[in-house]
Nanobody, 123 residues
Framework: QVQLVESGGGLVQPGGSLNLSCAVSGFTLDGYAIGWFRQAPGKEREGVSCISTTDGSTYYADSVQGRFTISRDNAKNTVYLQMNSLKPEDTAVYYC????????????????WGQGTQVTVSS
């Protein structure tokens, strides 16, 4: 059974950091892509960052470029999203997503989604 389980969300002050984790089970990371989407109330869903499990190529949305870093540990079947310099506009539910390639962050051609983890940036 395919499962994507997110963890690491929470409440943080502006300028703070969080590290999200996505534990993948039911399939291996090799040969695909894993990424993070977010959905805030009243806003469109956004592909935040994606990484190829084959060659490590990455995609970042302009809104997070330079602040967020995606990484993966294929041996642990886990993908991470290190979020620094967080802003109130980063507040959203963050979803771990599995798909065929890094381009899924832009075209939303995804296969599986996790349940999501809430990130709230507020003072």
């Amino acid at each position: 059974q395919v499962q994507l389980v997110e963890s690491g969300g929470g409440l943080v002050q502006p300028g703070g950091s969080l590290n999200l984790s996505c534990a993948v089970s039911g399939f291996t990371l090799d040969g695909y892509a894993i990424g993070w989407f977010r959905q805030a109330p009243g806003k469109e869903r956004e592909g935040v960052s994606c990484i190829s499990t084959t060659d490590g190529s990455t995609y970042y949305a302009d809104s997070v470029q330079g602040r967020f870093t995606i990484s993966r540990d294929n041996a642990k079947n886990t993908v991470y999203l290190q979020m620094n310099s967080l802003k109130p506009e980063d507040t959203a539910v963050y979803y771990c997503v599995y798909g065929g390639g890094v381009a899924m962050c832009d075209n939303e051609e995804t296969d599986y989604w996790g349940q999501g983890t809430q990130v709230t940036v507020s003072s």
